[in-house]
């Protein structure tokens, strides 16, 4: 059985502001998408420690700091005219592109 992959309306290097969780309030930048988990990794939010084992020579081994996933339903994008997270829609230009859109302000929120 084959994993259908979401169509999300975020996209990699978005600011999105988390809106439940430990983290809530907070802002980052989109590290990575994962479509097959519904899951975003945000730049220094969610933090876990992992410990790691020693590689021998090359890699020493301790606690490393690095950056947890968190769910897609726990973050909205944040539109600059606006300056919090809000919902988007997605609107069809005159040219035939298809660009994302604030539900508040009606702001472009793709940067070109």
Same mark, same amino acid.
């Given at each position: 059985?084959?994993?259908? /992959?979401?169509?999300?309306?975020?996209?990699?290097?978005?600011?999105?502001?988390?809106?439940?969780? !430990? *983290?809530?309030?907070?802002?980052?930048?989109?590290? /990575?998408?994962?479509?097959?988990?519904?899951?975003?990794?945000? *730049?220094?939010?969610?933090?876990?420690?992992?410990?790691?084992?020693?590689?021998?020579?090359?890699?020493? %081994?301790?606690?490393?700091?690095?950056? %947890?996933?968190?769910?897609?339903?726990?973050?909205?994008?944040?539109?600059? !005219?606006?300056?919090?997270?809000?919902?988007?829609?997605?609107? !069809?230009?005159?040219?035939?592109?298809?660009?994302?859109?604030?539900?508040?302000?009606?702001?472009?929120?793709?940067?070109?």
């Amino acid at each position: 059985m084959s994993v259908v /992959a979401k169509k999300f309306n975020l996209k990699k290097d978005d600011i999105v502001q988390v809106i439940t969780g !430990k *983290e809530k309030g907070k802002k980052g930048k989109i590290l /990575a998408l994962f479509p097959e988990s519904s899951r975003v990794t945000i *730049e220094k939010l969610n933090m876990l420690k992992k410990h790691t084992k020693s590689d021998g020579k090359s890699r020493q %081994g301790g606690i490393v700091e690095m950056e %947890g996933s968190m769910h897609i339903s726990n973050v909205l994008i944040v539109c600059d !005219k606006c300056g919090k997270g809000v919902r988007i829609k997605r609107k !069809k230009l005159e040219d035939g592109k298809c660009v994302r859109v604030c539900r508040n302000c009606e702001e472009v929120i793709d940067r070109v």
